[in-house]
């Protein structure tokens, strides 16, 4: 027997070119996604997230006027003023320092990819259902620099080399079996990592529903670039 059928994501599009925008948006809608507005400025976009209340905004990183970080202030004005709705910021290229501005000030429901995921449908629809669901994805690239660049006090220091591949991939929003299927190990053996990288990083014991967010911010924060 089959449950009911799973609720249509609603999505509101911020990007100011056209093109890139409403070709997104055919290719999320074809995948039952549904694309309540657009977007082409971070002020538009603020303006139809109040109305509309989508499950999360896809943002532009980069938009007008200036084209440095607009899309970043307003993906963390939405995240302050409407906690319920997530946020997902694309970006043309890897910038660690506005990437750890968004993730280390909002803990749930916020996501930082590349452009290039959108191609990759399957990943791209699940990242933006983690993020509705409360989670948060980070680019595997962005991951892949964080780990190469050490730092004077690591609490990671402790975690032996396969715990630390199990918390790459639960900082890109990946479930215990998707982390089981990537490494090739049974689900219980990634039970068992995750138990120990929680005990490991100290994570507070009644934080049960978000340890596994804590020791993603736990992870980003010991590779925070200073200001």
Excluded at 10 to 37: M, N, Q
Aim: hydrophobic residues 45%; glycine residues 6%; without cysteine.
């Amino acid at each position: 027997m089959t449950g009911p059928p799973q609720r249509a994501l609603r999505i509101v599009l911020a990007d100011d070119a056209t093109l890139v925008r409403e070709g997104l948006a055919r290719l999320l809608t074809d995948t039952g996604i549904h694309v309540v507005a657009q977007a082409g400025t971070a002020a538009e976009l603020l303006a139809r997230v109040n109305v509309d209340r989508p499950d999360v905004a896809v943002v532009d990183i980069r938009m007008p006027p200036t084209f440095t970080d607009e899309g970043l202030i307003a993906a963390g004005q939405i995240r302050q003023w409407h906690p319920d709705v997530g946020v997902l910021v694309l970006s043309q290229y890897v910038d660690i320092a506005y990437a750890m501005k968004l993730i280390t000030n909002h803990s749930e429901r916020v996501g930082y990819l590349l452009k290039d995921r959108v191609t990759d449908l399957a990943q791209f629809t699940a990242a933006l259902r983690h993020i509705a669901e409360g989670g948060s994805v980070v680019d595997p690239t962005l991951i892949a620099e964080l780990v190469s660049a050490p730092t004077s006090h690591d609490p990671l220091m402790h975690l032996t080399p396969r715990e630390r591949d199990v918390l790459t991939l639960l900082a890109e929003g990946r479930t215990d079996r998707g982390i089981a299927q990537q490494l090739y190990l049974a689900p219980k053996t990634v039970e068992a990592h995750v138990r120990a990288i929680f005990r490991k990083l100290e994570l507070p014991a009644d934080a049960t529903e978000n340890r596994r967010v804590h020791a993603v911010l736990t992870y980003l924060r010991t590779r925070q670039t200073p200001d």
